[in-house]
């Protein structure tokens, strides 16, 4: 697991010029418009998602079966990554969004959506490889959207009231994205572990 | 003790089957791997390692099945070309494999590259094929492996890259305890080498003999057309009809006496048997 993790964080590394200037870039402009703040977060989980194509271009997979790590460790790992970049990427965005001014809970809900996406791709794009599973990100993005427009044109003819959320709803939501989380890890583990790897 | 023993293994995909393979590879001996393009040399690695699901048989690799964790340990594997993510540079891969191998030697790691002159912190993705295929060498070297499976790890290389790789085999069978699988498309390299041939064609195993066997078993005959067919069909494995009459690759053991057949190299039954067309 240690060797798998380093391995990413060197190849985030050659990346990390790009990252760091998006978040100086963010933060400067954030005094401005607060709402870049949400976009660094989905940055950090795309990133995830680039590098794991990294390795399928050079066939990293196929030699992890040779490597003394199990499936199960190389799908972990993944996890494991994303939380280890996505948690400081929302600390900084937190912080900034207190300096601010900016409410904070949006970009804790940001940082659930983030997750969402992740759980949703990474199964898919470790067991289908990136070609294939940028059909699935394309048909997702396609139902968010068509889903929300549908969604306010329903509202804007006054057919439909949104309920009153409970007042602990970002705790909730939480709880949710937690349990998504675990569920993706069981799918991508079990949809990777009979994968011909090649 | 054998270093690989495969029973009964078989693989189909829609338009390819591995059937039913049986070989063993003794400790301290180097099997070399033959046959045409997509006759499953590279499916057979696959299995062995892990990386494809078989359907049915049995994969032992030093008295373990080879889905035990500690196996892994002990296999050192060079692909058919380089499979290191090419952002990383060899002084950052040997960290990463210090962190994925309990038995990881930084030293003698070090030492592969400087005896390779691979540069240590140029991108991976600037080598050269023949340099790309020492790094995976120096890796799979470098944690004190005693099976070392390579695919087709000396196609594509000049010469003396080839040289290099072949010296270094020979080095690492010098300890009885170290066993060498290689699949190539190249026979000279592997009869310079190998102590077993195997030989695959769609997908069956032809034959998993000694080497030194091979060439007391088969032989070359030359007669003519009418000679040959006096033969007990089951002799031939393989003729070609010439202006000059027949030559014909023979099983030694079911020629009538009298019959004598001239040696034969590794390449040329490889290419007979590739061809075969019995009488």
């Known amino acids: ?198 | 003790m054998n270093a690989l023993v495969i029973e009964h293994l078989s693989k189909a995909y829609d338009k390819f089957r591995l059937e039913d393979i049986n070989l063993t590879l003794p400790a301290g001996c180097i099997m070399g791997l033959i046959g045409e393009n997509g006759a499953g040399k590279s499916t057979l690695i696959r299995l062995i390692l892990g990386a494809a699901i078989k359907d049915g048989g049995a994969v032992s690799v030093l008295g373990y099945p080879n889905s035990a964790p500690q196996v892994k340990e002990e296999i050192g594997f060079v692909a058919d070309e380089q499979v290191f993510p090419d952002r990383l540079t060899p002084l950052q891969l040997g960290k990463v494999m210090n962190g994925i191998y309990q038995s990881w030697q930084p030293e003698t790691y070090r030492r592969f590259l400087n005896r390779f002159s691979l540069p240590p912190t140029q991108e991976i993705r600037k080598f050269s094929r023949g340099m790309g295929m020492k790094l995976g060498l120096a890796v799979a070297l470098s944690h004190a492996p005693r099976l070392l499976i390579l695919d087709e790890a000396t196609s594509g290389l000049d010469p003396v890259a080839r040289e290099d790789i072949l010296d270094l085999l020979y080095e690492f069978t010098r300890d009885p305890d170290h066993s060498v699988l290689i699949s190539s498309h190249i026979v000279s390299d592997l009869e310079k080498l190998c102590d077993y041939i195997a030989f695959l064609k769609n997908g069956r195993l032809m034959l998993c003999e000694e080497k030194d066997r091979l060439s007391e078993e088969y032989g070359l005959i030359r007669l003519s057309e009418s000679e040959l067919s006096a033969l007990d069909p089951a002799a031939v494995v393989h003729k070609k009809v010439t202006p000059y009459g027949c030559e014909a690759l023979v099983k030694r053991a079911l020629l009538p006496r009298g019959i004598k057949a001239s040696p034969i190299e590794i390449e040329e039954l490889f290419v007979a048997m590739a061809k075969e067309e019995t009488v």
């Open chain 1, 1 to 198: 697991m240690k060797g798998l993790l380093r391995k990413d964080f060197y190849l985030l590394w050659r990346y990390f010029k790009f990252y760091l200037m998006i978040m100086a870039a963010v933060a400067g402009l954030a005094f401005a418009d607060s709402i870049i703040l949400i976009y660094p977060i989905f940055f950090a989980a795309m990133t995830v998602v680039g590098l794991t194509g990294v390795e399928e271009k050079s066939r990293w997979q196929l030699y992890t079966a040779a490597l003394p790590c199990s499936r199960k460790t190389v799908v972990l790992e993944k996890y494991l990554f994303a939380a280890l970049l996505l948690f400081p990427t929302t600390a900084i965005c937190f912080l900034i969004a207190i300096l601010i001014h900016f409410e904070p809970v949006i970009i804790l809900l940001n940082l659930c959506a983030a997750v969402l996406l992740l759980s949703l791709f990474l199964p898919v794009q470790l067991r289908f490889g990136v070609e294939r599973a940028r059909l699935f990100y394309l048909i997702i993005i396609v139902a968010v959207i068509s889903g929300f427009s549908a969604l306010s044109g329903i509202q804007e003819e006054g057919g439909l009231t949104l309920p009153q959320l409970p007042h602990f709803y970002p705790a909730l939501i939480g709880l949710l994205t937690a349990l998504a989380a675990g569920i993706s890890i069981l799918c991508a583990w079990r949809l990777y572990r009979n994968k011909e790897l090649a």
